[in-house]
């Protein structure tokens, strides 16, 4: 397939907006090289911004960068205290201009400190050397048997596996666990088990992390920005739209 495709003329290939899964990262910088992909990490409200380039990224797998110039982030716990490297947290920014977004969507509430630093929201760490990673969205998170499961982990994975075409991942209710991790997994009409699934997802990650229940559909689940829609997909789950596929 890529021999069909004439990009000596492309320069740079930037991008951003939804987190991009290791593997499929790997893959573009097989293809174009390191040094033509940059990828970028902010948000609308331009409240923080980080870059990391494709050579940079080949040394710390999973980072969206360090932070632009006049930028600062921290990552705070659920008392609002700074986290020790390596250990997940709140992300929280500070831009050039000082404390406070200048742009927000309409109805939204700013999430702001005592001392003006900016959340959109997002989970994540900071290594030693100050280069950021992403776990997932904070209304994302699963809790399951008193353990946090990140739902774009678990998507990543099952990306991964040659017939899916896309999956969301979402907690819900469990009598024992408090939550369960469920997935809906686009193949395209490709025929597969959830056992198959359940499977592959086993064999790389914890079983805490495995779903207890898949379903196998032939429709799109993301949306036009290219993120999972989440909340949308658990609603249509608990509304009976999907038919649930235990193991």
Same mark, same amino acid.
């Given at each position: 397939?890529r021999? @069909?495709?004439?990009?000596?003329? #492309?320069s740079?290939? =930037?991008?951003l907006? %939804?987190?991009?899964?290791?593997?499929?990262k790997r893959?573009w910088?097989?293809?174009l090289g390191?040094?033509r992909?940059?990828?970028?990490?902010?948000?609308?409200?331009? %409240?923080?911004?980080?870059?990391?380039?494709?050579?940079?990224?080949?040394?710390r797998?999973?980072?969206?960068?360090?932070p632009?110039?006049g930028?600062?982030f921290?990552i #705070?716990d *659920?008392?609002?205290e *700074?986290v020790?490297?390596?250990?997940?947290?709140?992300i929280?920014?500070?831009?050039?201009?000082?404390?406070?977004s200048?742009?927000r969507?309409?109805? +939204?509430?700013?999430q702001?400190?005592?001392?003006?630093?900016?959340? =959109?929201?997002n989970?994540g760490? =900071?290594?030693e +050397? @100050?280069?950021?990673?992403?776990a997932?969205?904070r209304?994302?998170l699963? =809790?399951?048997?008193g353990?946090?499961?990140?739902p774009?982990?678990?998507?990543s994975?099952l990306?991964?596996?040659?017939?899916v075409r896309s999956s969301?991942v979402?907690?819900l209710? *469990?009598?024992? #666990?408090?939550?369960?991790?469920? %997935?809906v997994?686009?193949?395209g009409?490709?025929?597969?088990t959830?056992?198959? #699934?359940v499977d592959w997802?086993? *064999?790389?990650?914890q079983?805490?992390k495995?779903?207890?229940?898949?379903?196998?559909?032939?429709e799109?689940?993301? +949306?036009?920005t290219?993120?999972?829609?989440?909340?949308?997909i658990?609603a249509?789950?608990? +509304?009976?739209?999907?038919?649930?596929?235990q193991?």
């Open positions: 397939m021999g @069909g495709f004439d990009l000596s003329t #492309l740079e290939l =930037l991008h907006g %939804a987190p991009c899964a290791i593997w499929l893959a910088i097989d293809w390191p040094d992909i940059t990828e970028v990490y902010a948000g609308t409200e331009s %409240a923080g911004v980080t870059t990391i380039s494709g050579r940079d990224w080949l040394v797998p999973g980072s969206v960068g360090r632009a110039p930028h600062r921290r #705070l *659920d008392r609002g *700074d020790v490297p390596g250990e997940i947290g709140e929280h920014m500070l831009p050039p201009r000082g404390p406070g200048t742009y969507y309409r109805g +939204a509430e700013p702001l400190t005592a001392d003006g630093w900016d959340s =959109l929201g989970l760490w =900071l290594d +050397a @100050g280069w950021l990673y992403l997932d969205r209304t994302d699963i =809790l399951c048997g353990e946090n499961v990140y774009a982990e678990v998507e994975v990306d991964s596996h040659p017939v969301a979402v907690g209710p *469990d009598d024992d #666990l408090g939550q369960r991790v469920h %997935a997994v686009d193949t009409g490709v025929p597969i959830p056992q198959e #699934l997802v086993a *064999d790389r990650l079983r805490i495995v779903p207890r229940s898949i379903d196998v559909i032939d799109l689940l993301r +949306a036009d290219g993120k999972t829609r989440r909340p949308e658990r249509r789950v608990l +509304a009976g739209a999907f038919r649930v596929d193991r």
